[in-house]
């Protein structure tokens, strides 16, 4: 940006000098604005959505540790209470479709309307997208809160006992299920907290990735380690991932993605506050309020064997919401998967031919349109299809109905449509 004046100022008059001295007054001021915050700890909380790296702050001197080391620490981490504070960015550098996408995943996912706007498995999926801030508690495995805070309104999910409740209070809307088993903890679809993430990025390391620990951190006022993960593999959109790590305790504290093309992190989720006190114990208590809608989990019309309302299948395994998880789940859950590594691509054969969905129903067709002007036609020995990008995620869709997606680059999904 230019300077707000030059080395040419010869002749100015001193009216001039007085008014470059209260633009350089007011600026002083606008950056005070801003650095005043990060010294406060009593007001970083009104500041959260506006820094991301805000609750970074100095670097302590800790003992010197190996990436396999603190691997094992995260790994034998059993923090079973704690309460604080969780800012959650993410930027998929998808088009803005003027909210449109918002409702076209909360449609999908309540699978045609018969849910509630209170029913986890629609209602997290707006973390997807956006900065969120959301407040947890945890006190052992039955006993869990997470609450999305939005502008005069909340969402809470609250898993206590056998009992998990959804409530939404700015449709005053009600969802209870009951946990498949009592004995395990309610775990929502979504990842949100730093180490939903560092669990799902951990447990796929292999020999096609680089670890390493890349000095220290201070987060949420906690010291920590940061682990850095990087793939070795080229051809992949991811270029690093840091994990912050609470020195004394192994838990992650932040989380950070950023992508191979550069620019700002993909996924940014961190602690800017965090206690590992026990939770009152009415943090867990939740009693539908006086006339809101309740909506009960086996009744909400859902199909197939799972509880899809709790996010758990017959055995109470928690499951995994699309495009999160790892690539060696995948071919656990009705994909074929090639390629090794960071380099995986998952392959789903739709069965509907002609690529991108037409159709003549009321609006279909210039849906279709605008979808297809969303992405790259392609061609190759496969045929022809369509390449839809983000800044992590790409899919091709080809025109006889099969669907290749990994975070890999557009040159990686044509090479395998083609080996395929």
């Avoid at 008059?13 to 001021?29: F, H, P, Y």
């Avoid at 051809?235 to 609470?246: E, L, N, Q």
């Avoid at 799972?306 to 009705?334: F, I, N, V």
């Avoid at 960071?342 to 002609?354: E, F, M, R, Y």
Wanted: charged fraction near 25%; glycine fraction near 14%; hydrophobic fraction near 35%.
């Amino acid at each position: 940006m230019a300077p707000y004046e030059s080395d040419d100022s010869t002749g100015a008059t001193q009216a001039d000098g007085e008014l470059r001295d209260e633009m350089r007054a007011e600026r002083r001021r606008k950056a005070a604005r801003y650095v005043v915050p990060v010294a406060v700890v009593g007001v970083a909380a009104a500041t959260i959505g506006l820094v991301p790296a805000l609750a970074d702050s100095g670097d302590p001197d800790l003992p010197k540790i190996t990436a396999q080391e603190l691997i094992d620490k995260i790994a034998k981490s059993d923090v079973q209470q704690l309460s604080g504070t969780v800012k959650i960015s993410t930027d998929l550098g998808l088009p803005d479709l003027g909210g449109l996408e918002s409702s076209l995943m909360s449609g999908a996912a309540q699978g045609g309307g018969d849910g509630s706007s209170a029913d986890p498995t629609s209602k997290l999926t707006e973390l997807a997208s956006g900065t969120h801030t959301l407040r947890v508690a945890a006190d052992g495995p039955e006993k869990q809160k997470v609450s999305v805070l939005e502008s005069g309104a909340e969402y809470s999910l609250i898993h206590k006992g056998a009992d998990v409740w959804g409530y939404d209070s700015k449709s005053n809307e009600v969802y209870h299920s009951t946990a498949a088993d009592s004995g395990k903890a309610e775990q929502h679809e979504t990842p949100a907290t730093p180490k939903d993430f560092a669990d799902e990025v951990l447990k796929s390391v292999d020999d096609t990735t680089s670890v390493t620990v890349d000095g220290t951190a201070q987060v949420a006022g906690r010291d920590a380690y940061r682990l850095v993960v990087k793939p070795k593999q080229s051809g992949t959109t991811v270029g690093a991932i840091s994990i912050a790590v609470d020195a004394k305790t192994g838990t992650p504290l932040k989380f950070t993605l950023t992508p191979s093309s550069g620019g700002a992190a993909v996924v940014d989720a961190g602690y800017t506050q965090i206690s590992f006190a026990k939770p009152a114990a009415s943090t867990f208590d939740f009693t539908p309020p006086k006339g809101a809608k309740v909506t009960e989990g086996d009744k909400a019309g859902k199909a197939g064997g799972a509880d899809e309302g709790t996010g758990t299948d017959q055995g109470g395994k928690a499951s995994e919401a699309p495009g999160h998880g790892s690539a060696k789940d995948l071919d656990k859950s009705g994909f074929d998967v090639l390629g090794k590594g960071w380099n995986s691509i998952a392959v789903l054969d739709t069965g509907s031919k002609g690529g991108v969905p037409t159709g003549s129903a009321s609006g279909s067709g210039d849906l279709s349109g605008f979808l297809g002007s969303l992405g790259d036609p392609v061609s190759g020995k496969f045929g022809k299809g369509t390449v839809f990008s983000t800044r992590l995620i790409n899919a091709l869709i080809t025109d006889d109905g099969k669907v290749y997606v990994g975070a890999v680059d557009k040159a990686a999904l044509v090479k395998a449509a083609d080996a395929g």
